[in-house]
């Protein structure tokens, strides 16, 4: 049986979730997810079941993507994105640089009154422990989704009528957000991503040499799920209920 340090990271030292979107109805009779920003990490969408939309707001201003199953969607940081849920809307989300989204790498899209505001944004932003009632999590992810929605109502209007541009207020003020985590976030970036690539570069000068002792290491990894079976045993997450995985070790 292979070790814990034989065993391979994720592929590309990515993170998968699988998310069922929120069919709470927000005040504009759509049902959906928090709309927010990644601000070091590309994320993508692969559209499991059911069917729904992601708005988008980027350097192409605002568009609207069409999701529905077998569709595959990906976006930069930077792309402020809100999740509509059109019915039963479940995805397997794939996330470059595995941890940092964990590590405060999202910022959700609230008015700049509250993004200016470090200590405030962090106690809306945070959900109750999960040993708080299942209502209680459930309305504070609301009132979290609600509030998201507030902010992103006013940026978007400012990107429809100026222009992409609009984007860069809250762009600074999510940077300034999370920049006292950014040595954090190095340290996990090169204990996984970093040390995946630098693996990857020994393998390819050995097999140049004709060597390979890579190949005799071999191991397979398995990863446990976490949370319950159902859609209402799992953890509340921005967007929807979040189906997690965590290594546990030689399959």
């Avoid at 994720?10 to 049902?31: E, H, I, S």
């Avoid at 978007?156 to 950014?182: D, I, K, M, N, T």
């Amino acid at each position: 049986m292979s070790s814990a340090r034989d065993l391979p990271f994720f592929p590309g030292g990515t993170a998968l979730t699988r998310l069922a979107v929120y069919n709470w109805a927000a005040a504009d009779g759509t049902c959906g997810g928090s709309p927010h920003v990644h601000t070091a990490s590309t994320e993508a969408y692969l559209v499991i079941d059911g069917s729904g939309q992601v708005e988008t707001l980027s350097s192409a201003g605002f568009e609207t993507h069409g999701l529905k199953a077998g569709d595959l969607l990906w976006f930069s940081p930077g792309t402020v994105h809100r999740l509509i849920n059109h019915g039963d809307l479940d995805l397997l989300v794939v996330m470059q640089n595995a941890g940092l989204p964990e590590a405060g790498d999202a910022v959700l899209t609230f008015v700049p009154e509250v993004l200016r505001d470090h200590d405030l944004y962090r106690r809306l932003a945070t959900l109750p422990y999960p040993e708080t009632s299942e209502e209680t999590r459930a309305m504070a992810a609301l009132a979290r989704r609600d509030a998201a929605l507030a902010g992103y109502a006013e940026l978007r209007a400012a990107v429809e009528h100026q222009g992409p541009s609009a984007l860069h207020g809250f762009h600074q003020a999510a940077a300034e957000l999370v920049r006292e985590r950014v040595p954090e976030w190095r340290k996990l970036w090169a204990d996984t991503v970093q040390a995946e690539t630098r693996t990857a570069e020994q393998w390819l000068a050995d097999l140049a040499d004709g060597a390979a002792p890579h190949l005799s290491r071999a191991s397979v990894a398995r990863a446990e799920p976490q949370g319950g079976e159902g859609i209402g045993e799992r953890p509340y997450g921005m967007c929807g209920r979040l189906q997690t995985w965590r290594a546990g070790g030689a399959a």
